[in-house]
């Protein structure tokens, strides 16, 4: 059996694939170009806030494995709760429908991610 650590981390790499999909596909759609250019003015500390929001899964990735197994587990509890009330939150606005399935996915993979973690045996 992989081990739990290994499990998570993947998982971890995996959403931030999905979250950089997602991205991908709001650069290239329409809506993204009109609601950019009315939002110049507050486009420096949205682009900050979820630069540091999408930097939590690249980081984890890593630190996952090379903290101590009881801070990373809680580490992990943590931020997977985090990002997931985050997507939660996002779920209910008028998004496109690829928006929601891809928050749908976040939110599966966060659950994952702490239905492993939670379950991890304390060493």
Do not use: C
């Amino acid at each position: 059996m992989i081990e739990t650590r290994i499990q998570v981390s993947v998982l971890w790499g995996v959403l931030m694939l999905v979250y950089f999909f997602g991205d991908l596909l709001r650069i290239f759609s329409i809506d993204h170009v009109e609601a950019y250019t009315q939002t110049t003015r507050f486009r420096q500390p949205i682009q900050l806030g979820i630069s540091m929001l999408m930097v939590i899964p690249i980081l984890i990735l890593v630190l996952i494995l090379m903290l101590p197994q009881p801070v990373s587990r809680w580490v992990n509890i943590g931020l997977a709760g985090f990002i997931l009330f985050v997507d939660l939150i996002g779920l209910p606005h008028d998004l496109d429908i690829y928006d929601k399935f891809l928050i749908i996915v976040g939110v599966i993979l966060n659950t994952m991610t702490l239905w492993l973690t939670w379950n991890m045996a304390v060493i």
